[in-house]
């Protein structure tokens, strides 16, 4: 039997100093820490609770408009604030979309930025083989069963995704992740904060020894009319995503002033469809030019044996989910 010990910080610099010491782990909600814990995935010898740290779950309005989340805000909370509802719809339509609501009660926002994958090979130690829980010892995913696995950015040594839904919203907003850690405090743009597998697949983030996150901050909101967060999965709900996509658009009249195009289940990070968003961006939004930015989003999509449909369904999300934010219902898939 592993022994584990228990602290409870009191405050942020407890926390930080106590994390200095090997083998420590934060626990915030434990939605997903306790699972990989009682799988044997995560064998962490400290686990420093940091839910009772002062002035971290509130949300509150920046200076310039925008508004900072801190990281012990709970998922349901988040979902449901006025000033998220109103501003961020489609922050709050991705926390709404995830998991179940007793999950949302108790997930933190720094804990479902942090979540792992939910690759069955590294969740299941009769695996022997994987280098995201076993650096060196292979990827079982690749050649195994693959469905549910990356179409971008994958390498020789993972090709699991990021599981989260609330991270494709806030890669989609443009959102800043705020640390504290041994050597102070920084701020890291979304963009940076998670990272391809390359050949060290078992780093998620670019989160350093005993970081802590204390925020999420949104920029000014520019996307509260037009926005649209679309989960497709195998079950209606309570299933990670096969593709999702977060899509935002500041419209004049017809034409796209501004979009935002962000994909999940696709990638070991949130994935940016850059190429896409500028297609649409100073032009008039039609179905033509929706579907052929659709299909550039996926030009330089590399599938597995048994992944080639989500392909496919990501430009089909796209097509739906960027209609849907500009206000269009109806079957355009
Ligand atoms: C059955 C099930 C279904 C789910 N379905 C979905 C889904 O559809 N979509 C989805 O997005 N998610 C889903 N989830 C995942 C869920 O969203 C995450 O488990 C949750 O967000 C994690 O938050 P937590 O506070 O419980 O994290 P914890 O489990 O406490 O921690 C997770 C990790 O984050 C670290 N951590 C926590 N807080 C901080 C911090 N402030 N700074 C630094 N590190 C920190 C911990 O050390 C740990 O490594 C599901 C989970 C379950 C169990």
């Known amino acids: 039997m592993d022994s584990i010990s228990y602290e409870r910080a009191a405050d942020l610099n407890g926390a930080v100093r106590s994390a200095q010491q090997p083998g420590s782990m934060y626990i915030g909600g434990g939605t997903n820490l306790l699972d990989l814990m009682k799988g044997g995935v995560s064998r962490p010898v400290r686990l420093i609770d940091i839910t009772r740290i002062g002035g971290l779950d509130t949300v509150a309005t920046l200076p310039d408009g925008g508004l900072r989340i801190g990281a012990l805000v709970r998922n349901s909370d988040a979902a449901n604030h006025a000033l998220i509802r109103e501003r961020y719809p489609l922050l709050s339509q991705a926390f709404l979309a995830g998991a179940s609501p007793q999950l949302r009660n108790m997930a933190t926002v720094g804990g479902n930025l942090m979540q792992r994958t939910r690759c069955p090979y590294f969740y299941d130690t009769a695996f022997a083989q994987c280098n995201k829980r076993l650096p060196g010892s292979g990827c079982a995913a690749i050649g195994g069963l693959n469905r549910t696995h990356a179409i971008f950015g994958a390498s020789p040594q993972c090709i699991a995704v990021n599981p989260s839904d609330m991270n494709v919203a806030l890669a989609a907003l443009d959102a800043v992740v705020r640390v504290s850690g041994p050597n102070g405090e920084r701020a890291v743009p979304i963009g940076e904060f998670h990272r391809l597998p390359g050949d060290r697949p078992e780093i998620d983030t670019t989160l350093q020894m005993a ?86 989003a996926v030009s330089d999509a590399r599938p597995q044996r048994d992944n080639a449909f989500k392909v496919e369904l990501a430009q089909r999300a796209i097509v739906r989910a960027v209609h849907q934010a500009a206000g269009r219902g109806g079957d355009f898939a």
Do not use: C
């Open 211 to 296: 970081e802590l996150i204390t925020a999420v901050d949104l920029p000014p909101p520019l996307f509260s009319e037009h926005a649209h967060y679309l989960k497709v999965r195998d079950r209606a709900s309570y299933a990670f995503a096969l593709v999702s996509v977060a899509a935002a658009l500041q419209m004049d009249g017809n034409t796209v002033k501004h979009a935002r195009i962000a994909l999940g289940g696709v990638a070991h990070k949130p994935w940016r469809a850059s190429t896409a968003e500028q297609m649409l961006t100073g032009h008039p939004l039609s179905d033509a030019n929706l579907r052929e930015a659709a299909s550039a």
